[in-house]
Structures are given as C-alpha cells and as structure tokens.
C-alpha cells in the first residue's frame, strides 16, 4: 500500500522554540493531508487540513498561528510548532488520503521542555 | 461527519474470535466505513473497509446491516500480538475528513 513517513520521529525542544514536522507520501501524490494530534490514552484529533498550493483549513479552536502548515508540492506538507510549550508535548500524527481510505504516517513524537 | 460510537474496552483471550460493533446511526448514503488499528506510538493503520453487506480479507471480516447504522469488526482467532486500539470511521470517499471516536482498546489475554 501507499506510505507516508514524517520527520523527526521525535523531538525534544526547549520553551519558547519552534519545531518543524515534515510529511511526506513516498510513492503517491497527495494534494491534501491532514495532520492529527494526538495525547496520551486519547484519541486523534483533527487539527487541520493541509491543500496544496493554498492555505490549509484549521479546525475549530485550533490557532493556525500557532500551528502552521505549509503544503509547498504534491508530496510534502510541513507543520510548525510555533513558540512551543510544555503544553504542546503530543503525538502528531499526518495523513494523506488514497483512492478509499487513508494512510498515515508513524507518527512524530515532541516533548517540551 | 457522521458520529461513531464504540465501546471503550474489551478483553479477550488468545485463541477467541472477537466482534467488536460500532454504531454509526447518521451515515450518510455515500459514506464508507472504514476500520483501523492503532498499537501505542504509532500511527493508525487500515485494516478494512465497506460499504454494506460483508467484507473479508485475510486479517478481519466486516458485516453492516441493511440499515447501515451500524457495523461490526470480526477478528478472528485473537493472539496478543492484536492488543491495540481499534477506531470506526466513516466517511466519503471523496472527502476523506474523518472525525476519530474514542476507539475501542481490545486487550488480549493469554
């Protein structure tokens, strides 16, 4: 099936720093891509939609100026963690949709400090 | 989006079938359902999907009733390598914007 990895698979970053999260799909192209956050013993949690070529589309209570998306070609969307907080330690989990389903990345794991 | 509804926890044993439904009451007519397993610090993976009737492939069985309100994941015989989280979405194939439940957290036995 089709892959999509991320990088870093973890991250550890003081107070205060921005951290970039990259998505990419290996072998397909994907005009959009969702990216998930996700806390310990909770469920995913969708954060926004990434398009190629525009501007991504933020859910509800989610501050896209905290988190921004950029989707520069048909196989990479980068999510930055903003000014990050002890309260941003999470799971964040990227997607990008196949003909049916959609396929999900490992996973970046960030911790604040 | 449709709202899914799972329980929150099952226990099994190894060796068991195990069902776990999913309800799903506002399904629209062209959304699908769609099944996916998630062990701790990884990222969700598909397991299967359809649209009514039943499904197989080699690693589980989906059935969903005339109604479509609600289905249900077969796993058959269960070993402890299948303790994870299972989550029900539905969505259309076209949108592909799914909205997670709480996921089900089987934990198997041995």
């Known amino acids: 099936g089709a892959v999509v990895s991320q990088h870093p698979s973890r991250v550890i970053c003081k107070s205060g720093t921005s951290v970039k999260i990259e998505c990419r799909s290996l072998d397909f192209q994907a005009t959009t891509m969702f990216w998930y956050r996700q806390f310990p013993k909770q469920s995913l949690m969708l954060m926004a939609t990434?398009?190629?070529?525009?501007?991504?589309?933020?859910e509800q209570g989610v501050e896209k100026d905290k988190f921004l998306i950029n989707h520069a070609s048909l196989t990479l969307s980068t999510l930055t963690v903003t000014s990050a907080h002890p309260e941003d330690s999470s799971f964040y989990i990227c997607?990008?949709?196949?003909?049916?389903?959609?396929?999900f990345g490992p996973g970046t794991r960030l911790t604040v400090l | 989006l449709a709202k899914t509804t799972q329980p929150i926890s099952m226990d099994s044993y190894e060796g068991q079938e195990v069902n776990i439904t999913c309800s799903h009451n506002?399904?629209?007519?062209?959304?699908?359902i769609t099944w996916y397993q998630q062990f701790p610090s990884q990222g969700p993976r598909f397991i299967i999907q359809?649209?009514?009737t039943k499904v197989t492939n080699e690693v589980a069985s989906l059935f969903i009733p005339a109604d479509r309100k609600s289905s249900t994941l077969s796993l058959p015989r269960v070993s402890l390598s299948d303790t994870a989280v299972y989550y029900c979405?539905?969505?259309?194939?076209?949108?592909?914007?799914?909205?997670f439940g709480t996921g089900t957290r089987l934990k198997v036995l041995a």
């Open positions: 506002n399904i629209a007519t062209n959304d699908y």
């Open positions: 997607s990008a949709p196949g003909t049916y389903e959609q396929f």
């Open positions: 990434s398009n190629e070529g525009s501007k991504a589309t933020y």
């Open positions: 979405l539905v969505g259309q194939s076209g949108t592909y914007k799914y909205i």
């Open positions: 359809g649209y009514k």
